[in-house]
């Protein structure tokens, strides 16, 4: 067996860093400084111009490679059924953002006018989003609550309230608009990375429940103000139960009728996906039925159900932004601004995986900018798109944004000419179809014991995003998410497993000494790996691990040191004085070592620095030191620190490690730092980490190079040869 | 030269991580869970409790060891240079807080007495602290501005301003307090860690910004009200200069020359510290006679300066906190407890290195707790220490709490009989000493360029806490700056200098291609090392720079193959059904292959999965392919990723790095990862990360065992041998 094994011999001198250096020349590379960088991303030629507008204008880059005849029917069947669920979507949301319906059709319409011609995703059905509309309803109905006078803003004189609102509405996604604009322009669009999945996923449901909270008063048929701020959604909670005896029985059996057929006929449309060439468009059919049911007996008449109600027909003027409410909601649109761009963003990237095409982050938060900025002028509110609908739209068939006009356009149709049909229709109906749809983003609940089992950190974060998200509301837990994801990523670096190291006999590898039976570790030398980077946090946590694991403080060892010295001079002075320095009841042999640690007179005569002097008497003769005096024995020779994982260090780090290095050092002990990256040791070097007492010498490139040369030095640098092949390594 | 150089020679069997593990058991180590961890620290014997009960009560400890003869006297004399120093300071900084100059004296006394039996550091002076009697005062102004109603509290009812005042500095007190013995008692301690030096030298600047900014007011003699929130800089700025023209010229000459006369001799008492056994007080000198010349003069009543006026002798009775204080103060009383213990937790632990004694974070958060809420009972504020009263009781000798008592002991005595003595002091004066001792705090400018030189990002925290908490406010901006500090940690980590590998020719060493000259790059073989952990912010971009590095996208080829080998499935259909499969237009070589490749009829005949399928077609003979079908070539043979520095991953990274792999290996790339984190090993099997395609046997434990092993691989297995001893390694 041994034979067939392949071999792994290697045969080299001995490196430190230095003679490494010495051996093989660096090439030397300009680096790129930040100036350099800049400068490049100004430069301006004809071909980086006309990318530019190419790039600004994508929808000339697809339609160049449109194929009417292969995508042209998808296209208008997907925008066919896409928009039909759309506009379901649209009135639906339009209610979470405390709004009449009809700007729920708004929305389905103005943004994706805009977004045809700047977006890069082909795919992704832009409109209305149940979390971002819930957002906007947060600032609506704090701005203008539904009891209670509205806030003290100029331009709300002679509105009625729901002008109020839509001006509300309009004006915060407006700004939301400018935010992602500015994002966009900033080139700033990676700052999404930050929402990774794991807290995508917490908020979400975070919002799931705030959704299902929120239509509940619809699917009861009761009239509930909105709350908001921090623990919004138990009061919330607390109002409807306390009314709970006045549910309108008409809303609660249609709603769980509804709930209940849609819920079975989605499962079957998922169970026959490969039979059915277009999903059912059940929530279509129920409100239709809805409608007609509701027109036929009178609901409204006859059992006090609270319907969609006057549908103005056609659109609007354009409205402009008021800056009060600008002041009043720009902490709030912020997190719309940034929720809206993740969610649409996370989307198009699955699709353009799927599709092989590239999609832009500044690009699409250009897009997303100029499409609120162009809806929100023409009252429609914050936009972005709805996993759902976007599913739909691609798996119907859907090549490209063509279908997404498509859809923008039967919602222009109904908004402008069947609107009145939607008249009739039960808000319950709407609040039914929104919480069945909420079975995925509930379902969410299913990855806490995924996390916890795989990675407890991620499970923090999870839980963290949605009990902040749930009980501070979505903007603020969003922060809150996002400060414990960070933290978790410090905490990670911050507390690694520090191990100390030894030889696996035979061998050039070194493994935790705890985890080996017959592993090799010579007397005096200590391996300590730093699995992690360095810096402000946990430097100290490193120096007390180090400290743990040489089983001693050389700061102690050090100052008893000093001590004993300064003892020792002052009985050498005093009998110096007396006269007789060879006659004394101290043990001879001692003032033999001082003197042979050319401990003179001169050194004596110094008032305050011992340092010189204290290097010069050999400590492990401690034993021979007055019997007053006693200094800790340490039998570390040579130190040797595993930097292969430091990946950074900062300036705390620099400082602590430096201090660290030098109480070693000044006991004597030899400190080694092996498998140092090399733009660590760059930066060291540029830092003046260097001086009399860190030397550059200390440095080697691989552990065993350390220990062979700690080992050479040890036996005297006499049987070199020996120890390199002696069978212990 | 050559022959005197040390070898390093290494003969040992080639490892995986697999082959590695069959020769050397690991010792099954059981891992303490978080549960065990937890009992250990609930475990409860004698010993345990005897030592906890003399870590609560650290003076027991101290006092065992007090040395009377050589420490009292010390104690003593640096007591009563301090408590001149505590009582100057404790008026000066009791303006600070917008409260009545008495209430410092009572800071100067009361928390002391608790301090002395509860806290571990024998050093520091315990008393008021500018920054934060500047955060209580920005509550107290708040609550009851200078100009306007109170806010609406009950208990304010029937009190009078100073009253209210002094109410709302205690309750904020109180709850600091609080919240620090809350933070002791779970042991919390080590978040003061988050604090680095650059974010305290930060945020300290800011403060002394603040501090010079509130003392204005007082040095010109003028009448501004405190101003609140973001920006309250600006605006008090304004108001200072909008009414400049009314400056006190008594006020502003007095504590000009009281500036100059300070900063001097303070110069000199540091010129001339080895030389005078106490430095000269100052200040107090200075204070006794601009006490005399006021009252000489009677500047109140001729230049209308403002004095500090009737002192109650000796103390009111204790005060309760008050609930209503309590909820609007929560949200500034935590960062006044986080800023209160860090500043006295720092300079304790500067001077516990000093004289070689150890403190206990924990423990000093439950004496500061318990101090400040036994001071708040007494109308004391917010107490920590102050850095240059601490210097003094050190450097004056002190050498135990003794000390801090005797200075408490003389703010008593000025409290109980002297007050009167202070009533003719103008406040000029004490904003006059407030703004010459801030000469320290405004230094620390030039930390700026020292970290701009030294490390950005540190130097980007300190700009980012020191805008921050100038402009916002000092509790907000401790939060930025703590914000952009996490930041920093997680942008080093997420931007880090990816690079690709090769060998150092005749070594097992592996560096940076482009750093030098002559390196061995095997064809096919690629080494990408991955600089830094691997977690949700940086996964894309690690896998955007491997796919930069190999220069194809495995995904865009695994596709190319999919659809050419349809088409190819297609043509053989169309042919099989003209029945003249070997008759063909195509060229016959690329049957055989396809033939040799095992893509037989049954095969071609499932329907969609064409994994398999695609996996036997040999690649390389891509220009055998019929002439309308191109894929792109594949160089890449082998792929290794080293993993020396990533030291966690997290469930995006675990994902994200699994879909890369498999790219990869389903176009026939071996990929191996060298040099793994044993513990990240473990986590990767107890995370189910292996299955059929992601194979243990792809784990390494050096470089050059990979390489090795992928050399012998490429040659066929013949020349194993011959390739271990081949010069080129």
């Known amino acids: 067996m041994v034979t067939l094994r392949k071999q792994y011999a290697v045969a080299r001198p001995l490196y430190s860093e230095d003679s490494f250096a010495e051996d093989h020349e660096k090439v030397s590379r300009q680096r790129k400084t930040i100036m350099d960088h800049f400068a490049e991303y100004l430069t301006c030629d004809s071909k980086r111009a006309k990318n530019a507008v190419l790039s600004l204008l994508p929808v000339i880059g697809w339609m160049r490679i449109y194929r009417v005849r292969q995508w042209l029917l998808g296209d208008v069947v997907s925008g066919i059924s896409t928009g039909m669920v759309a506009i379901m979507q649209g009135l639906a949301f339009s209610l979470m953002a405390s709004l009449p319906p009809i700007y729920g059709l708004y929305t389905a319409f103005f943004p994706m006018l805009t977004y045809f011609f700047l977006g890069t995703s082909r795919h992704i059905s832009v409109g209305s989003f149940p979390v971002l509309s819930l957002m906007v309803g947060a600032v609506v109905t704090r701005l203008v609550p539904e009891i209670g006078p509205s806030a003290n803003i100029t331009s709300f004189e002679g509105l009625t309230k729901d002008q109020q609102r839509v001006l509300v509405a309009s004006s915060v996604t407006f700004l939301m608009g400018i935010f992602q604009l500015a994002m966009g322009v900033m080139q700033v669009g990676f700052i999404v990375v930050y929402l990774s999945d794991t807290l995508v996923s917490g908020f979400t449901t975070s919002a799931a429940i705030h959704i299902l909270v929120s239509q509940l008063k619809f699917v009861l048929g009761l009239t509930v103000p909105g709350i908001n701020g921090p623990l919004s959604i138990i009061y919330t909670l607390e109002k409807i139960f306390v009314q709970i005896t006045s549910t309108n029985i008409c809303d609660l059996v249609m709603s769980i009728l509804i709930m209940a057929m849609v819920f079975i006929v989605k499962e079957l449309n998922d169970k026959y996906k490969a039979k059915l060439p277009v999903p059912i468009p059940i929530e279509f059919l129920m409100t239709v039925i809805a409608c007609g049911v509701s027109y036929g007996f009178n609901f409204k008449e006859r059992f006090d159900v609270a319907i969609v109600g006057t549908m103005v027909s056609g659109y609007e003027s354009p409205i402009a932004p008021d800056m009060e409410i600008f002041q009043e909601s720009a902490l709030e649109a912020f997190p ?58 691609e798996s119907s068939g859907g090549k490209s944004q063509i279908a997404g006009l498509i859809s923008a356009i039967m919602a222009m149709i109904v908004t402008v000419s069947l609107g009145f049909l939607l008249e009739p229709l039960p808000k319950s109906v709407l609040g039914a179809l929104v919480i069945v749809n909420l079975k995925g983003m509930l379902m969410q609940f299913r990855d806490i014991p995924y996390l916890w089992k795989k990675d407890k950190p991620d499970c923090v974060v999870w839980v963290g995003t949605c009990l902040g998200a749930t009980l501070l509301g979505l903007d603020l837990g969003l922060a809150v998410g996002l400060g414990v994801e960070l933290l978790t990523v410090v905490l990670r670096t911050q507390f690694p497993r520090c191990s100390v190291l030894a030889n696996i006999p035979g061998t050039d590898l070194y493994r935790d000494r705890k985890d080996y039976q017959h592993m090799f570790e010579p007397n005096g030398v200590k391996i300590f790996r730093i699995p992690s980077p360095i810096f402000f946090a946990n430097i100290d946590f490193f120096r007390d691990k180090l400290l743990e694991a040489v089983g001693f403080n050389p700061l102690r060892v050090l100052k008893k040191r000093d001590k004993a010295l300064k003892k020792v001079k002052k009985l050498l002075t005093e009998q110096r004085k007396k006269g007789d320095v060879t006659e004394t009841g101290l043990d001879g042999s001692f003032y033999q070592t001082a003197e042979e640690s050319h401990v003179n007179m001169k050194v004596l005569d110094l008032p305050t620095d011992l340092k010189d002097f204290s290097l010069r008497i050999d400590w492990k003769l401690n034993a021979e030191l007055p019997a007053d005096i006693s200094v800790p024995r340490v039998d570390l020779h040579s130190l040797i620190l595993d930097f292969s994982a430091v990946s950074f260090l900062d300036i705390s780090a620099l400082k602590g490690l430096k201090t660290a290095l030098k109480e070693f050092i000044r006991i004597d002990v030899d400190v080694y730092i092996v498998s140092c990256d090399a733009y660590i040791l760059e930066k060291l070097h540029s830092c003046l980490f260097f001086d009399d007492e860190i030397l550059t ?17 040890d036996t005297g640098d006499r049987s070199t040869g020996c120890v390199l092949s002696d069978t212990k390594l």
């Open 336 to 393: 719309i601004a940034i929720v809206g761009f993740a969610v649409a963003f996370s989307v198009a990237k699955v699709y353009s995986i799927k599709h092989d095409y590239t999609i832009d982050g500044n690009q699409e938060l250009i897009a997303f900018g100029v499409s609120n900025i162009f809806g929100a002028s023409f009252r429609s509110f914050a936009a972005s798109t709805a996993l759902s609908r976007t599913a739909l739209q």
């Open 697 to 713: 010498s200390m440095f080697f490139p691989t552990l065993h190079d350390a220990m062979l040369h700690v080992l050479a030095k």
